[in-house]
């Protein structure tokens, strides 16, 4: 009940902060007040809405992270509880059938074989590297 009130909370105060951001004046807006729009500075006051909105929008910001990590640690304590109860619904009732082995696909001798590892050197778990090509044996072509 707890995460879903937490949850309402997050989005009107996302939402908040987006219409706070989005009703500010930006740095450039200065050049547009001298085609009529000086006088709309006066709805928040004598000073403007700068003040207003950007203090409104940094407690939003605030209360934006707090309720960030109250949400985050809510999870984090509540995910020993889940992974003990997991429900897998529908997937939990699905017998588990053992797959059946391949056969071995047959040898084509027309098709080069790797060659075989040479044996581990004395006290050591790492193979020998493979014995080097003949002169005259060029592999691939």
Do not use: H
Request: hydrophobic fraction near 55%; proline fraction near 9%; charge should be negative.
């Amino acid at each position: 009940m707890l995460l879903y009130i937490l949850n309402i909370l997050f989005v009107l105060v996302a939402v908040s902060m987006v219409v706070l951001i989005l009703m500010q004046r930006g740095s450039g807006a200065a050049a547009g007040s001298g085609f009529g729009g000086g006088a709309s500075a006066t709805v928040f006051g004598a000073r403007g809405s700068a003040s207003f909105l950007s203090k409104a929008t940094k407690w939003l910001a605030i209360a934006f992270f707090v309720i960030t990590l109250a949400m985050a640690w809510y999870a984090t304590r509540n995910a020993e509880q889940v992974q003990a109860q997991q429900d897998m619904g529908l997937m939990g009732s699905i017998p588990v059938v053992p797959a059946e082995p391949v056969p071995a696909a047959p040898v084509d001798p027309a098709v080069p074989q790797a060659p075989e590892a040479a044996p581990a050197a004395e006290g050591s778990s790492v193979p020998a590297a493979p014995a080097a090509p003949a002169e005259g044996d060029e592999g691939g072509d």
